[in-house]
Nanobody, 121 residues
Framework: QVRLVESGGDSVQAGGSLRLSCAAS????????MGWFRQAPGKEREVVAI???????SYSDSVKGRFTISKDNAKNTLYLQMNSLKPEDTAMYYC???????????????WGQGTQVTVSS
């Protein structure tokens, strides 16, 4: 069965950096599409960044230029490097994965449990 486990969330000051990790198991890691999503209190979950099996990436406008998604297929791990963090980045961050399909990010099949990121001003 697919298992995704996030780590790396923390409390930081605005302008700081964090790197989130998502350890994946239970499937052919390299063939799946993967991404990071976040949900702030009182708001809907939103996509932050996604990466396809060929390495192609996409970012939400709110994080473009500050966040970088990457993956290490040898370690079955997905990363999100977050720089220049802002208070509005405060949220629970989730890792998600799915088989390659159109608009997969609208409803991923597999989710991690989340890791909390808190940015103070």
């Amino acid at each position: 069965q697919v298992r995704l486990v996030e780590s790396g969330g923390d409390s930081v000051q605005a302008g700081g950096s964090l790197r989130l990790s998502c350890a994946a198991s239970g499937y052919s890691y390299g063939t799946y599409y993967m991404g990071w999503f976040r949900q702030a209190p009182g708001k809907e979950r939103e996509v932050v960044a996604i990466i396809e099996s060929n390495g192609s990436t996409s970012y939400s406008d709110s994080v473009k230029g500050r966040f970088t998604i990457s993956k290490d297929n040898a370690k079955n791990t997905l990363y999100l490097q977050m720089n220049s963090l802002k208070p509005e980045d405060t949220a629970m961050y989730y890792c998600a994965a799915d088989l390659p399909r159109r608009a997969w990010w609208k409803g991923p099949s597999y989710w991690g449990q989340g890791t909390q990121v808190t940015v103070s001003s």
